[in-house]
């Protein structure tokens, strides 16, 4: 509709302009300063409002439900965040043993988050607090469990 609009002004300026009148050579001039203007504020609208729109729907990633902090034994916790690109991505950092913390990519797969760190491929996955193997964390019903011996709780 608008370069419809345009257009037609267009065209009434450059008609004006093939006749021998000055003054409608100066509005013609006018005119079509102003039809440039309405251009440029529609384009730059236009420009302005298609960095504003979300190109199709954000999908969640499957282990959302897991960002947040939980926490083993000793001073141990896991951190998982979701990572800046979103979808299947997400950050772990951890302190994974007395000696040891990282920051880790990790990946959504069937079976939980996978991820590497220097003592190996690890897939993080759910289960209660006897499948994590450690007695201070049986009674928890709401864990994920990196291997045995190694798992993190909410309460």
Known sequence: MRTRTLALMLAGTVS???????????????????????????????????GNTIVGPVVPGPYDKWVGRWLGVEGMYLDIEKAPEGGDLYTLKMQYDLDHHGTFEGRATPQGIAFTRPDGRHVLRPGD????????????????????GEGYCRD
């Open 16 to 50: 004006a302009c093939s006749s021998n009148d000055p003054t409608g050579i100066r509005n013609a001039a006018n005119d079509t300063g102003n039809a440039i203007g309405q251009a440029a504020g529609v384009m730059g609208n236009a420009i302005h409002d298609a």
């Open 129 to 148: 607090g006897k499948a994590t193997g450690l007695k201070y964390l049986a009674d928890k019903q709401d864990c994920l469990i990196v291997q045995s």
